[in-house]
């Protein structure tokens, strides 16, 4: 029998043998209407699966993150099956959940076009109301292979002769659609009500451009048709949002075709990045962190070291200085630790905390390049914290504060992952256990909700990712705590302890923007180009009723530029109401408007960016108030 502890922590016997989808049935029928899966210890399981081992068992719906992914999985199988009944002679390639739905890549010499979409989309509903089960089944290597040269698959053939020879080959049949997949997928495809096919997009077999190319449909779909409408409504907000719109629009930056992936910010985009960078130096300065800067161009020598040189070589840009090899850092870790290396450090001298906005170099393949959001040279707000193991608590606590108190600032929510220790790390077993104990006893000590990410761990290290959320209910992984025993190994860095012996320190890689370049995309979409006041590129214009109290303006904006503030000024031939317009087009906070009446009485009217006024405001209470939205960082107008 196998036993299953439920969240309830109620222990229940099954059959060894039994699928989730009987399993459930058991549990409850009615849980079972909405179910599409399972997680079993930290394995995610379809309704076909059999749970092989005893553990943990929650059942999952499509509001969880991993139903959503045996959702979108089958839903990528019925856009196959779709295509294959109205598209006869394609061929298939993969179709995997992503993020935001799925997509299939297909074969065929038809080229697909939008009105296709529309005509598969039909077909989609069509088979979801035909209420077809999907019936997993495994089948021997060879035999597998022969299937599927037998019917001219060749991309299938291809999956499986690069399968781990331990794998199971299975397969999922929706209808008339038999497909090589691991899985998970639900029961019945009629719980997929609501589809909307995305777009259309070429990819190479593999990701290598030697090979095919295959077309690409990307879709998403819901089990109701108010979530379809809602996400739909999402996206035209998130298109108005755009940080590369509302970048050229309000001439924050550029992405220029001599430097693709390489961006130019603009006088009002470094306003914003500057004003950012002087918060995070204040904040850090609190926190007893020092300020360090370290070379971008080190020899091939350090990198091999770090294990860079062997672990993300791909990801690197080199040079040659001196007939000598060079690489243009991806990361600043090595340099930090040749200055930890430069002389010896005794016990009493821990902890260490040195921050740095070091400006990073990697290489991003074109088609994965998306303005600000992912380039190939940004800065990294960065900070490596050096300690002795039973500092390790509270210094990650204190990291956890200060990204808190940091993001708080923007207005920003955050959910946090552990992610634990990938296929392709550095460092034993042993190493990593005590290594992932170690962040799981900060994250106690900090009383916080998380959840374990397996295998998504640093190639040295585990780590703690913080996942914020827009305005719009996006989520954008920034920052991140990653513990690491390995670089102290590797660079075989030394304190001398109160025994008088030679002992390793730990150490801890941390940022909390992340790339200051996409926390700057995340702030111009989250808060649609409408700046807080403190870093607001432009925070106010004057604005002169008529040419007879140009004289008037032009005091009152010397005024606000000797209080510190960036204003402008409009003595334009223009009417009052285009230059208002004007002024709410490029999103400045306030418009400071004098006439006649202001000038006589010595004051101004304010109107701000959402279209509510204050009249006859003496400018000296006016500068005061200014000053205080500033100092206490108000968000919003």
Request: aromatic share 10%.
């Amino acid at each position: 029998m196998r036993k299953l502890t439920l969240p309830d922590g109620s222990i229940r016997e099954f059959p060894e043998n039994m699928t989730v989808y009987d399993i459930i049935g058991e549990i409850s029928m009615g849980l079972r209407r909405n179910a599409v899966g399972a997680l079993a210890g930290d394995k995610i399981l379809g309704m076909e699966d059999v749970v092989k081992e005893d553990g943990d068992f929650r059942v999952l719906t499509f509001d969880d993150p991993e139903g959503k992914k045996v959702f979108w999985h089958t839903s990528a199988h019925l856009l196959a099956l779709a295509v294959q009944r109205l598209f006869p002679g394609v061929k298939f390639g993969i179709g995997p959940a992503i993020d935001q739905g799925f997509y299939y890549d297909f074969d065929t010499e038809h080229r697909f076009t939008p009105e296709d979409l529309e005509k598969i989309e039909k077909e989609m509903v069509n088979i979801s109301k035909e209420k077809h089960t999907v019936v997993r089944r495994v089948m021997d290597r060879d035999e597998a292979k022969e299937h599927f040269r037998g019917i001219g698959e060749k991309y299938k053939v291809d999956l499986i002769e690069n399968f781990p020879e331990e794998e199971e080959i299975s397969f999922y049949k929706m209808d008339t659609f038999d497909d090589l997949c691991r899985g998970p997928h639900l029961h019945d495809i009629s719980m997929i009500k609501a589809i909307k096919l995305m777009s259309i997009a070429g990819a190479y077999w593999r990701g290598d451009e030697k090979n095919p190319m295959l077309q690409r449909i990307y879709g998403i779909t819901f089990p109701k048709k108010s979530m379809l409408d809602e996400y739909l409504d999402r996206l035209e907000e998130a298109k108005k949002r755009d940080h590369r719109k509302l970048g050229r629009e309000l001439d924050l930056f550029s992405i220029q075709e001599e430097g693709p992936g390489f961006p130019f910010f603009h006088p009002k985009g470094m306003v914003i990045q500057n004003e950012i960078i002087n918060f995070w130096k204040e904040e850090h300065r609190k926190d007893g962190y020092g300020e360090v800067s370290t070379p971008s161009i080190l020899s091939k020598h350090l990198w091999l070291q770090s294990g860079h040189w062997d672990h993300y070589k791909n990801n690197m840009y080199f040079t040659e200085i001196d007939d000598q090899e060079y690489a243009i850092k991806p990361m600043n870790c090595p340099g930090s630790i040749l200055i930890y290396k430069s002389k010896l450090h005794s016990y009493r001298d821990f902890p260490f905390r040195w921050a740095e906005l070091g400006h990073v170099h990697r290489h991003e393949l074109s088609g994965a390049l998306h303005g600000l959001m992912r380039v190939r040279s940004f800065t990294q707000d960065d900070a490596h914290l050096y300690m002795l193991p039973e500092h390790i608590e509270d210094e990650v606590w204190g990291v956890i504060k200060l990204i808190d108190r940091i993001y708080s600032v923007f207005g920003f929510k955050y959910t946090m992952e552990l992610s634990t220790q990938p296929e392709d790390c550095m460092g034993t077993d042993e190493q990593w256990d005590i290594a992932t104990k170690a962040l799981e006893g900060a994250l106690a000590k900090a009383g916080v909700e998380y959840k374990v990410n397996p295998g998504d761990g640093a190639f040295y290290g585990p780590k703690i990712d913080f996942h914020i959320e827009d305005a719009i209910g996006r989520t954008w992984q920034c920052a991140t705590v990653q513990l690491d025993f390995q670089m102290p190994e590797r660079f075989e860095m030394e304190y001398v302890d109160k025994d008088n012996e030679r002992k390793r320190p730990v150490m801890v890689h941390r940022a909390i923007f992340g790339s200051l370049e996409r926390f700057m995309g995340i702030l111009i979409e989250h808060f649609a180009g409408k700046f807080p006041l403190w870093f607001s590129p432009v925070q106010m214009t004057v604005i002169p009723v008529s040419e007879k109290t140009n004289d008037y303006a032009e005091q009152v904006y010397k005024e606000l530029m000797n209080a510190g503030f960036r204003a402008e000024i409009d003595l334009r031939d223009e009417k009052m109401g285009a230059k208002i317009r004007e002024a709410q087009m490029q999103k400045i906070n306030y418009m400071i408007v004098v006439g006649e009446q202001e000038k006589e009485n010595g004051t101004i009217s304010i109107r701000n960016r959402a279209g509510k006024s204050i009249n006859g405001k003496l400018l000296k209470e006016a500068i005061e108030e200014f000053h205080e939205e500033i100092k206490t960082k108000r968000i919003g107008d």
